[in-house]
């Protein structure tokens, strides 16, 4: 295969695991608004962490494709599991008791903000005329969204800093993970943070048993969802690529989760979204797209 022919398919692949990565973490944020009735934040994040380290240690065990970190790139990948798995969550599942889930999808994707800037910086990845004009052009249609959807009483300021803190925790972990990337599997860097993230869930363990016992059916099986989809299938696809893409314009391709998230809530938990939340989600997709010019 020439070498314009590979990248070629590579960038195909990198936009397929994409397209996986924000449906499903889309489809999470409605599905963490429906499963909350039933679970409290920590046992949440436990039981769909655990869920998801099962389902990525077999994937792995199939692969049989074990790259032995460095004591750096385990620093790295405790901080990701720490920062984007435990916390990340537990902060996410506390928000999503509070405030919608459109709102929180807004709130949360303050986060790409954080990772190009940082990515900028740190990654050496520098700051593309188009990638700096895309994002504010797609931040300024998430706070159209928020605006839209952040009325009543349904937000609150501890859900809207526990929104921050979600985001906050989201940049780290990206970060951590680019370059750990470089040389370890994204299958094996998923399933280590994945672990370190749910051992760290592990006080809430009794929380899980007392919720499980009383939980309905509909909501456990959201909680195993959770697990498999949103977290084994799309953290992996995410590390496909993450390893394939800079972090800063992969990043803010997730600003699709929010409208993509307000018209799943609105068809699944009846949250009809307004003429302004719609003209947030086309200005969120034209900066995607505008991230996307070289």
Not at 37 to 56: I, N
Not at 138 to 148: K, W
Not at 174 to 186: C, D, H, I, N, T
Not at 213 to 238: D, E, I, R
């Amino acid at each position: 295969m020439t070498a314009p022919a590979l990248a070629s398919r590579y960038r195909w692949s990198a936009l397929a695991a994409v397209t996986i990565t924000v449906l499903a973490w889309a489809s999470a944020f409605v599905a963490i608004r429906y499963v909350g009735r039933a679970f409290e934040p920590g046992s949440l994040a436990l039981g769909r962490l655990a869920v998801g380290t099962v389902a990525l240690g077999l994937l792995l065990l199939a692969r049989r494709n074990w790259v032995a970190p460095t004591h750096r790139e385990w620093a790295l990948l405790l901080l990701c599991g720490l920062a984007w798995f435990a916390v990340y969550n537990v902060a996410l599942n506390a928000a999503e008791q509070r405030v919608d889930a459109g709102t929180t999808a807004m709130l949360v994707n303050i986060g790409p903000i954080l990772i190009a800037l940082f990515a900028g910086v740190l990654l050496g990845e520098g700051f593309p005329r188009w990638l700096v004009i895309g994002a504010a052009v797609a931040f300024a249609g998430v706070v159209l969204i928020g605006a839209a959807t952040a009325t009543g009483d349904t937000t609150d300021l501890v859900g809207a800093l526990l929104c921050v803190v979600a985001a906050v925790t989201y940049a780290i972990g990206v970060l951590a993970q680019k370059p750990v990337l470089r040389r370890l599997p994204g299958l094996q860097v998923t399933f280590l943070a994945c672990t370190i993230g749910m051992l760290a869930c592990l006080p809430y363990a009794g929380g899980l048993v007392r919720d499980l016992a009383s939980a309905p059916a509909g909501a456990t099986a959201g909680m195993v969802y959770l697990g498999l989809v949103p977290t084994a299938l799309a953290f992996s696809t995410w590390a496909y690529a993450l390893a394939r893409m800079d972090a800063g314009r992969l990043g803010v391709t997730t600003y699709l989760v929010p409208p993509i998230t307000i018209a799943m809530a609105a068809l699944l938990l009846g949250e009809a979204p307004p003429a302004l939340a719609l003209a947030g989600g086309v200005l969120a997709l034209t900066g995607v797209a505008l991230t996307r010019r070289r």
